[in-house]
């Protein structure tokens, strides 16, 4: 039973538009969500994070946005840059628990 | 300031043999989590400890399964007999307690069990 879900396993963006990743949640324990990027022969690295008593968190290109209601956050990436082409993956958890819950991840390609 | 260090970065293997795979967290890091990463499964974390004491390992797949951390500066986990079905890349993160912080993630094993 997937709880944080990655429904689109890739996307194509023109360099300069703007790069939206979504993930959706089924655990309404969740407070805290996270954005990972990851590189081919790397691993993950920290992006982007946002609180659930938040609705918004902005960290220079990179936007994330939660509607707790539609158990639902997105990442917005603008100006979308070719060096943006990466795996990026969702995840979440809860309360005092320290581990991650992610999403399968969303390979985003930006076209020069 | 060196990140999270894995050992080997890449194993191939035959089926039944042991294999065993290290890390190293970064320094003062109290939190260290063993993931796997698969097609089919996507990343899962197996187990993770705090403090050098195994929390939480039911996301071990089975018995063939082990981890350890003897000091805070050292885990391995170890597959005996692996089987090709455990092929996959095997990253180890580590993270600072407090707050709410991500994790930070070392470079991946990836093993191939032919």
């Known amino acids: 039973d997937q709880q944080v879900k990655q429904n689109s396993p890739s996307l194509s963006v023109q360099e300069g538009r703007i790069s939206i990743l979504n993930c959706d949640y089924t655990n309404s324990m969740f407070d805290y969500f996270l954005w990972y990027k990851k590189y081919p022969a790397e691993g993950p690295t920290f992006l982007i994070s946002i609180s659930s008593i938040k609705d918004k968190n902005e960290d220079g290109r990179f936007t994330v946005f939660l509607n707790k209601s539609a158990k639902h956050l997105s990442l917005h990436i603008v100006p979308s840059q070719p060096g943006d082409s990466a795996v990026y993956f969702c995840a979440a958890t809860s309360g005092s628990a320290r581990q991650l819950t992610f999403g399968s991840g969303t390979q985003l390609t930006v076209l020069p | 300031d060196a990140g999270v260090i894995q050992s080997p970065r890449h194993e191939v293997t035959e089926m039944g043999q042991e294999v065993t795979l290290r890390c190293k967290p970064i320094?003062?890091?109290?939190?260290l989590f063993w993931y796997r990463q698969t097609m089919m499964r996507g990343l899962e974390l197996l187990i993770y400890f705090n403090n050098n004491v195994p929390i939480d390992d039911s996301g071990m797949p089975e018995d063939r399964f082990s981890a350890k951390m003897p000091n805070a500066s050292f885990s391995t986990l170890k597959i005996q007999p692996s089987e090709p079905r455990d092929s996959a890349v095997y990253f180890c993160?580590?993270?600072?307690?407090?707050?709410?912080?991500?994790?930070?993630f070392g470079p991946g094993t990836r093993l191939t069990v032919l």
């Open positions: 993160a580590s993270r600072e307690g407090q707050g709410r912080a991500g994790q930070f």
């Open positions: 320094s003062g890091h109290d939190y």
